[in-house]
Structure formats: structure tokens, C-alpha cells
């Protein structure tokens, strides 16, 4: 994969920003944010050759995408892997390959849900949990939670630390006014919050939002040419490690560290070199493990880090800036949110909240309970 570096580009987002919007499908979502990406782009439903979709209620999401936005008979490639919040991130760099390779010429990447309208719940996953199931976790939450307590009893993480966590997202959700909350939160409103899994409050899950997110991605050379300025994928690395957590081999170290060291191998970047993140907050404890995991700190002073400020606006290394799943939305699969906003922050559109020269971003996603990993870097043509 290292010849790809830079070869396919980000020609085209769209984001419906309808985190509650009753009476839309989970479809209406998606071919809303299809339509808003294909218009970014300045293409067509014509120039879709390649589909790939992810859905946590459909067994058969590339079909019933095709179908619905009439592109079926002109596909030439299509993937519908299913690992969870990190799906859109595989499909990118199966994407990535494709176009390399002349398999296609404009993939289309999309998702939609209406989870917040249709009841407000995650939707659970109908694959059994052998191991699991007789103790009746909550799920995913009891899984993210005993990562939480493991990390606190082997690194001395405290309840204070994740409260960081979700006050740096909400200051960053304050300067988008597209975030779902946007109220002030302090530390203590996190630690009083209603306590649904010990040690995590109501404030340190994800929000439960409708919404509909695609990206448009073509070769290089041709997105310079469409209507917005290309956004380069630098490199891209993908790791799955198990599906339950009493499988997770580690339950305080998750397998971005190898989906991290190799997008970052392809994209010839190190941590220092990146100007901005996005890592999958469904929980509190996510961007702390992730940001370890992914270099940006070392092992175990995730804490520590998030702590001194360093994520929130004004800190060293901006994070989460669209206010991540926890402030901003999380339509029940984030991780396509991630790529948005990094392409937004690379092509300086961001507004209020745009980092200054910002060059080089890295979005991160997460599947099943910290089950699956995919990295991808992201840069400005001035980064090739």
C-alpha cells in the first residue's frame, strides 16, 4: 500500500447535521448526506461506480443503498463490511485500492440512521455473545466499562481524568453550531451525573442522534479538477482483535496501536507531525486508551494528559473539534464523522473552530466494543 500514498483523495463530504429528525429513515439520512457530498464534489449520481455502506440494522446495506440511490447497475466495485463504528474506515482503504487498481473511478462511502427518532436506544446486535450473555451486560456499555475500571487499576486513572475528556469535547461543541449539545458542562456535572455502568456516568457515554454522513473519493489527479480542494489520504491501517470483550486480550491497550503504526509507516508521519485528531468517543474512556494507543502520549498517562488541558481549544494537540460523539452527535456508527470533520479542518472550512494551519489530521474509528480499529491520515496537497 505505500505507492498509494496521496493517490486517492477526499473530493466530497456531506453531513445532513439532522441529529433528530423523526419521520426520516435511516435511508433518507443516507441519500440526504449523498446528495451533499456529490454536490461538494460537483459530481453526479452518474459518476458513482462504487458503493460502500455499513448498517447495524440492514444484513444487506450495499444492496438496499444501491437500490434506493438507483445506482446498482453501474456499479463496478462495492464492499459492505461490517465491524462496527470503524466500517467506513475499512472502506476506505478497500476504496483506496480499488481506484488505485482502475476497479472504479468515483466511490461513494455513506451511512444514515435514525436511532434518536425511531426510540432513542442502540440497536442491539443480533450475533450471540456466548461468553457474555448469561451475566446480562448492558451492551456495549458494561464492555466500555470494565476497559474504564482496568485502566484506572493499572495506570491510576481517575473518574476525574474521563470527566476531562467530555469537557474538552463540550468547549469544542461550543464553537460548532451544528454540535447536539452545546450547554456549558463542567467536571462536576460529569462526576454527578447519573451513574449508569460504575465508573461511568450518563456524561461519559455518546450521545443517541439521528444522522447521515458520505464522502466522495476519486484518484488525485482527477479531484483536482472538481470543485473543492482535494484531501489526500497519506495512509491508512486497519486491526481487528475480538468480539467480545472477555476476549480483548488487554482490556487497557486496544489494537489502535497497530492500526495507528501502520497508517502513520504509509504515511511517513509521526505523531508530533499531526496537527489535528479525531478519535471515536462513544465513551469517555475511548480517546483516553486511543490517544496512548495512537502515540500521542505514552502508555498509561492518558490521564494525565487529557487532564492538563491538552485536547480542550487552545491546548497542544487539538482533538474531537466538532464536539465528537459525545457532544456533537453519534448516530449510532461515528466513524464517518471522523473523516468529515478532518476534511474540513484540512480545507480550512471549519469556522470558529478551525485549527490554524492545519496540515496533517488523523481520524481514528472504533467497532463492537473495541473490537475493530481503523486509522487513516489525512493531509493538504502542500503535505504530499
Same mark, same amino acid.
Given at each position: 500500500?505505500?505507492? *498509494?500514498?496521496?493517490?486517492?483523495?477526499?473530493?466530497?463530504?456531506?453531513? &445532513?447535521?439532522?441529529?433528530?429528525?423523526?419521520?426520516?429513515?435511516?435511508?433518507?439520512?443516507?441519500?440526504?448526506?449523498? #446528495?451533499?457530498?456529490?454536490?461538494?464534489?460537483?459530481?453526479?449520481?452518474?459518476?458513482?461506480?462504487?458503493?460502500?455502506? /455499513?448498517?447495524?440494522?440492514?444484513?444487506?446495506?450495499?444492496?438496499?443503498?444501491?437500490?434506493?440511490?438507483?445506482?446498482?447497475?453501474?456499479?463496478?466495485?462495492?464492499?459492505?463490511?461490517?465491524?462496527?463504528?470503524? =466500517?467506513?474506515?475499512?472502506?476506505?482503504?478497500?476504496?483506496?485500492?480499488?481506484?488505485?487498481?482502475?476497479?472504479?473511478?468515483?466511490?461513494?462511502?455513506?451511512?444514515?440512521?435514525?436511532?434518536? +427518532? !425511531?426510540?432513542?436506544?442502540? $440497536?442491539?446486535?443480533?450475533?450471540?455473545?456466548?461468553?457474555?450473555?448469561?451475566?446480562?451486560?448492558?451492551?456495549?456499555?458494561?464492555?466500555?466499562?470494565?476497559?474504564?475500571?482496568?485502566?484506572?487499576?493499572?495506570?491510576?486513572?481517575?473518574?476525574?481524568?474521563?470527566?476531562?475528556?467530555?469537557?474538552?469535547?463540550?468547549?469544542? $461543541?461550543?464553537?460548532?453550531?451544528? $454540535?447536539?449539545?452545546?450547554?456549558?458542562?463542567?467536571?462536576?456535572?460529569?462526576?454527578?451525573?447519573?451513574?449508569?455502568?460504575?465508573?461511568? &456516568?450518563?456524561?461519559?457515554?455518546? *450521545?443517541?442522534?439521528?444522522?447521515? !454522513?458520505?464522502?466522495?473519493?476519486?484518484?488525485?489527479?482527477?479531484?483536482?479538477?472538481?470543485?473543492?480542494?482535494?484531501?489526500?489520504?497519506?495512509?491508512?491501517?486497519?486491526?481487528?482483535?475480538?468480539?467480545?470483550? /472477555?476476549?480483548?486480550?488487554?482490556? +487497557?491497550?486496544?489494537?489502535?496501536?497497530?492500526?495507528?503504526?501502520?497508517?502513520?509507516?504509509?504515511?511517513?508521519?509521526?505523531?508530533?507531525?499531526?496537527?489535528?485528531?479525531?478519535?471515536?468517543?462513544? #465513551?469517555?474512556?475511548?480517546?483516553?486508551?486511543?490517544?496512548?494507543?495512537?502515540?500521542?502520549?505514552?502508555?498509561?498517562?492518558?490521564? /494525565? #494528559?487529557?487532564? +492538563?488541558?491538552?485536547?480542550?481549544?487552545?491546548? =497542544?494537540?487539538?482533538?474531537?473539534?466538532?464536539?465528537?460523539?459525545?457532544?456533537?452527535?453519534?448516530?449510532?456508527?461515528?466513524?464517518?464523522?471522523?473523516? %468529515?470533520?478532518?476534511?474540513?479542518?484540512?480545507? @480550512?472550512?471549519?469556522? $470558529?473552530?478551525?485549527?490554524?494551519?492545519?496540515?496533517?489530521?488523523?481520524?481514528?474509528?472504533?467497532? @463492537?466494543?473495541?473490537? =475493530?480499529?481503523?486509522?487513516? %491520515? *489525512?493531509? &493538504?496537497?502542500?503535505? *504530499?
Amino acid at each position: 500500500m505505500s505507492d *498509494l500514498r496521496g493517490a486517492i483523495s477526499v473530493a466530497g463530504i456531506g453531513n &445532513t447535521n439532522r441529529w433528530n429528525a423523526p419521520g426520516r429513515t435511516a435511508f433518507d439520512q443516507l441519500q440526504e448526506a449523498t #446528495f451533499l457530498a456529490l454536490e461538494d464534489a460537483g459530481l453526479s449520481l452518474k459518476d458513482v461506480d462504487a458503493l460502500y455502506c /455499513a448498517h447495524s440494522t440492514s444484513g444487506l446495506p450495499v444492496l438496499n443503498a444501491a437500490e434506493r440511490l438507483g445506482v446498482a447497475g453501474q456499479l463496478r466495485h462495492a464492499d459492505g463490511t461490517m465491524v462496527g463504528g470503524a =466500517s467506513f474506515l475499512f472502506h476506505l482503504r478497500s476504496a483506496m485500492s480499488a481506484l488505485a487498481t482502475g476497479q472504479c473511478d468515483v466511490a461513494l462511502v455513506c451511512y444514515g440512521s435514525n436511532q434518536r +427518532s !425511531a426510540g432513542g436506544k442502540l $440497536a442491539p446486535m443480533p450475533d450471540p455473545q456466548p461468553f457474555e450473555a448469561p451475566y446480562k451486560p448492558r451492551y456495549p456499555l458494561s464492555s466500555y466499562a470494565l476497559a474504564a475500571g482496568r485502566h484506572m487499576h493499572d495506570y491510576g486513572t481517575t473518574r476525574e481524568d474521563l470527566a476531562r475528556v467530555a469537557v474538552a469535547a463540550r468547549e469544542w $461543541a461550543r464553537m460548532n453550531p451544528a $454540535a447536539f449539545e452545546r450547554e456549558e458542562l463542567t467536571a462536576d456535572d460529569v462526576l454527578s451525573a447519573r451513574m449508569v455502568n460504575d465508573p461511568l &456516568t450518563k456524561a461519559d457515554c455518546c *450521545l443517541v442522534t439521528d444522522g447521515g !454522513a458520505a464522502i466522495v473519493l476519486t484518484r488525485t489527479d482527477r479531484a483536482r479538477d472538481l470543485r473543492q480542494p482535494p484531501v489526500p489520504v497519506l495512509g491508512s491501517g486497519i486491526a481487528v482483535s475480538h468480539r467480545q470483550i /472477555a476476549s480483548m486480550p488487554s482490556l +487497557s491497550e486496544t489494537a489502535a496501536k497497530h492500526s495507528g503504526a501502520a497508517a502513520m509507516a504509509q504515511a511517513g508521519v509521526r505523531p508530533e507531525d499531526i496537527d489535528h485528531v479525531m478519535v471515536y468517543d462513544a #465513551f469517555t474512556i475511548c480517546t483516553l486508551m486511543f490517544l496512548e494507543d495512537l502515540g500521542f502520549c505514552p502508555k498509561g498517562e492518558g490521564g /494525565a #494528559f487529557v487532564s +492538563s488541558g491538552a485536547i480542550a481549544p487552545g491546548g =497542544s494537540l487539538p482533538v474531537n473539534t466538532n464536539g465528537g460523539g459525545l457532544s456533537c452527535n453519534h448516530p449510532g456508527m461515528y466513524g464517518l464523522f471522523t473523516l %468529515i470533520e478532518a476534511v474540513l479542518q484540512l480545507r @480550512g472550512q471549519a469556522g $470558529a473552530r478551525q485549527v490554524d494551519g492545519a496540515e496533517i489530521a488523523l481520524a481514528h474509528a472504533n467497532g @463492537g466494543v473495541l473490537s =475493530s480499529q481503523a486509522t487513516a %491520515i *489525512l493531509g &493538504t496537497e502542500a503535505a *504530499l
